[in-house]
């Protein structure tokens, strides 16, 4: 067998879930791991926010997702840390700064109030504030807000610089980079033995994890059953640059609701202020419209007045792969050979962190840590592969 043509671990999926599942899995001692993807530190995390926000972000009936994320975020500072220090110095923007959600009006106001005695009975850090008492926190904030949330373990992370330190940290692990697109997946006596590559190429593997976010379910040679569709789900995104003049502009991510539509502000310490994100579902497009470009500044600007005084610097829009039941999935497959980590969907960026850990963990040990069992990829399994 050719040398390089052959892998213990090989993660398909450049991404920043992919390429750290390949760095913690090295970390773990596992030998002889590659990494599949044309462009490796692309995908969703170059357009994303990176707000790190498992409080404010729950839903009803997503307390499962709750403890993953909670999970994620207390490990982030220290996997932040050690993926600086492995990556020979590259920041990740990681940054403890808390959230504040507000509400504009009566009816945002009463939702606010609603997730805040959710919160009270999970047992969940938030605290109620007054419209006056939120814009103390901001002054930048608009006078007609009438309430928020303030919660001050939901951080925020740069979604491009961790994926910069996540190439860096896995090339200097010895994680071998193929820098080309997987378009068959090699079964064998009804196993999953690696992938066969655009320029004709094989690579086999021991273990393939599939990790290429909403195009993981449309890889050639995936047997019907194994995963289910994931969604890719539309999300423009604006940067803007707070001048030296104007800062600090805001001190912490700030979300809001207007008139139905979720929308956050992430300011950067390097004087970033990145503001999104639309939903929609379109299929794969990516294309930046003028209505979403419109309606995210015209929202924000009901929140932060001031925006309209800030130099707008780019505009992308980015997919985020979306599961059935919007919950990652993550481990083993029904498929032998074949781990998933993928349908993180809204939460990629907070949950790289768990996802890499358990993920890694069960390569090392082919033991299902007990808090990946709920987001087993098998409960939407219509079929074992013959």
Same mark, same amino acid.
């Given at each position: 067998m050719a040398a390089g043509t052959h892998a213990d671990v090989l993660v398909v999926g450049g991404g920043i879930i992919g390429l750290a599942v390949a760095w913690r899995a090295a970390r773990l001692g596992l030998r002889d791991i590659a990494v599949v993807d044309p462009d490796p530190g692309g995908g969703a995390a170059r357009v994303a926010a990176g707000m790190l926000a498992p409080v404010t972000e729950l839903q009803y009936g997503e307390?499962?997702?709750?403890?993953?994320?909670?999970?994620?975020?207390?490990?982030?500072?220290?996997?932040?840390?050690?993926?600086?220090?492995?990556?020979?110095?590259?920041?990740?923007?990681?940054?403890?700064?808390?959230?504040?959600?507000?509400?504009?009006?009566?009816?945002?106001?009463?939702?606010?109030?609603?997730?805040?005695?959710?919160?009270?009975?999970?047992?969940?850090?938030?605290?109620?504030l007054t419209g006056r008492e939120a814009r103390k926190l901001e002054p930048m904030l608009a006078p007609g807000v009438r309430g928020g949330l303030h919660v001050t373990e939901d951080h925020q992370v740069d979604g491009r610089r961790l994926a910069k330190a996540l190439v860096l940290a896995c090339e200097r692990a010895g994680v071998r980079l193929h820098r080309a697109e997987a378009t068959e997946l090699l079964v064998e006596d009804g196993r999953a033995v690696g992938v066969r590559l655009g320029d004709a190429r094989t690579l086999t593997a021991d273990? /393939?994890?599939?990790? @290429? *976010?909403?195009?993981?379910? $449309? #890889?050639?040679?995936?047997? =019907?059953? %194994?995963?289910?569709?994931?969604?890719?789900?539309?999300?423009?995104?604006?940067?803007?640059?707070?001048?030296?003049?104007?800062?600090?502009?805001?001190?912490?991510?700030?979300?809001?609701?207007?008139?139905?539509?979720?929308?956050?502000?992430?300011?950067?310490?390097?004087?970033?202020?990145?503001?999104?994100?639309?939903?929609?579902?379109?299929?794969?497009? /990516?294309?930046?419209? @003028? *209505?979403?470009?419109?309606? $995210? #500044?015209?929202?924000?600007? =009901?929140? %932060?007045?001031?925006?309209?005084?800030?130099?707008?610097?780019?505009?992308?829009?980015?997919?985020?792969?979306?599961?059935?039941?919007?919950?990652?999935?993550?481990?083993?497959?029904?498929?032998?050979?074949l781990v998933a980590a993928t349908g993180h969907y809204r939460n990629g960026v907070l949950l790289t962190p768990v996802t890499a850990d358990l993920v890694a963990e069960y390569l090392a040990t082919g033991s299902t840590p007990a808090l990946a069992e709920p987001f087993s990829p098998t409960r939407f399994t219509t079929k074992v592969p013959a």
């Open positions: 307390e499962p997702l709750l403890r993953l994320g909670m999970a994620s975020n207390e490990r982030y500072a220290a996997f932040a840390a050690e993926l600086t220090e492995a990556s020979g110095g590259q920041d990740t923007g990681y940054r403890r700064c808390g959230t504040l959600a507000v509400a504009l009006d009566s009816d945002d106001r009463e939702e606010l109030r609603e997730l805040h005695a959710f919160h009270r009975r999970l047992g969940l850090d938030s605290r109620w273990r /393939t994890v599939l990790a @290429a *976010g909403p195009r993981s379910h $449309l #890889l050639p040679g995936l047997p =019907e059953g %194994v995963l289910p569709a994931i969604r890719p789900v539309k999300g423009q995104i604006l940067r803007l640059r707070i001048p030296p003049a104007y800062r600090p502009f805001l001190s912490r991510n700030v979300r809001a609701v207007v008139r139905g539509q979720h929308l956050y502000l992430v300011p950067r310490e390097n004087g970033e202020l990145v503001i999104g994100a639309t939903s929609e579902e379109q299929g794969y497009d /990516t294309t930046v419209t @003028a *209505g979403g470009v419109y309606e $995210l #500044l015209r929202d924000a600007h =009901e929140v %932060v007045p001031g925006i309209t005084e800030l130099p707008l610097v780019e505009t992308s829009a980015g997919l985020r792969p979306g599961s059935p039941d919007n919950a990652p999935l993550l481990g083993p497959t029904a498929l032998p050979g």
